[in-house]
């Protein structure tokens, strides 16, 4: 039987509670992932955590998994998770794992058959989420991102990606990084771009890298220069542009054809 | 110069904050827009506001729309604009108009070449935004929703459009309604199911209507059923299902390669 802590000065519950800032999290190396459906996907993926943290109703939950990762358990009271929660209604399970590498090597695939998403300054974490959801669909082989594009490690973004944070490599470079790697490896690199031509997968070819922008701003004109080909996805409507995510998605669909 | 009001007891203070409630919006027969962005967005695309509303600081831009369009405008001190937003950090502008009717005849194109997409219990307002900002973007002729369906004519929905929300028709249908309708009209409907045939343009032809199911549970049996073909977007990595905009987003692109 698990001792509940019930104080919110316990050290334990305080070092938690400080994972909110993004910052701290990533300074102790550390991801906070919270909820039944993204602790699942998490440990269904193979993470093993350092703690696992329930609410006395989930006490079973968090015993076998502490005991099926050799993991810590911590039981904490309804004010105590509460205080350590991340979201408005806590569902009183979440882990604390290792950070993923971020600047390791990309593993290619070996057929020369590669698609890289690269994105720029991406601001809104459902949609960064979103994206790293599809490539794992559609089988890209890396999700590349900028210096300054959000977290992919912040609770909402691992909530959005439905487990496929877990399966896809996560690279963070510079756009300058991206184009070094990119030109060393023959792959062809498309700008997302409304001044681009209509997307026509059959003038694409593999490997290739695409370049999506801010939402609100798109590619900088640094990155849109560098790309040898610009693209636009053909719109027969009256909305000016698409959400980023869907064209990113978009996109890597048409060329996930060429696998 | 028009009087700035300073008590959140004020009547009409009263009045817009009690428009959070999407059920008294509803009942009031009005939409609240709230933002810059949105309520340019609006603006621009011809709706006449019953009422503006702005703080302080943008008195100059509620004359302005006051005088354009002749609605009333109001002036409301900061303390009085918190309490009438719903967003966390208030842009000082904000409008109501009358809701748009949804139970109207869809008006077709006339060349047979109608897309819809139809959605079936979706709940997430940003992923509802994002696919009325598709259905816009790609020419399709009516966004259709089921009765459970999110209202689309709540703020952070409407956000999510970037103006869609005003262009393209969305009306709202049970699904038996919906196929009667397409039955009578000779249009091919879609079910997006897993358990589909892989999509393939090339076997598809107009009119035609899609329908994406719930989130997390996607289509429900008896609306699958009643679909005369079934498909799926093809997947070749890790992640077993799509974002449900997403999917939505895949299916239009590739139909309105028939338009």
């Known amino acids: 039987m698990m001792d509940v802590i019930t104080s919110k000065d316990n050290s334990k519950v305080k070092y938690l509670a400080s994972l909110h800032d993004a910052r701290t999290a990533r300074r102790e190396g550390v991801v906070f992932v919270e909820g039944v459906r993204s602790c699942e996907d998490a440990l269904g993926c193979g993470v093993v955590p350092t703690v696992v943290v329930a609410d006395e109703a989930h006490a079973d939950w968090a015993k076998k998994i502490s005991e099926e990762t050799g993991c810590d358990a911590l039981l904490l009271n309804d004010v105590c998770f509460k205080k350590i929660s991340q979201t408005v209604h806590p569902q009183g399970v979440a882990l604390v794992a290792k950070r993923p590498e971020m600047s390791g ?5 070996g057929d020369n058959k590669d698609i890289f998403m690269c994105l720029e300054d991406i601001q809104d974490p459902g949609n ?45 470079k510079t756009m300058d990084e991206c184009f070094e790697y990119f030109t060393k490896t023959g792959t062809e690199t498309l ?42 996805i053909p719109m027969k409507g009256q909305a000016e542009s698409l959400n980023a995510a869907v064209a990113a998605s978009v996109i890597g669909y048409e060329l996930s054809k060429l696998i």
């Open 105 to 109: 090597e990309i593993t290619l695939r």
């Open 128 to 172: 960064l989420g979103t994206m790293i959801r599809t490539a794992d669909a559609f089988g890209l082989t890396a999700v590349i991102i900028s210096p300054t594009t959000c977290d992919p490690y912040n609770d909402k973004v691992i909530r959005a990606t439905m487990g496929s944070v877990w399966h896809i490599p996560i690279v963070r």
């Open 191 to 232: 700008a997302m771009h409304l001044k681009g031509n209509e997307l026509n997968v059959n003038e694409l070819s593999l490997p290739c890298a695409y370049f999506i922008g801010n939402e609100g701003d798109g590619l900088t004109d640094e990155t849109t220069a560098k790309c040898s080909k610009f693209v636009k």
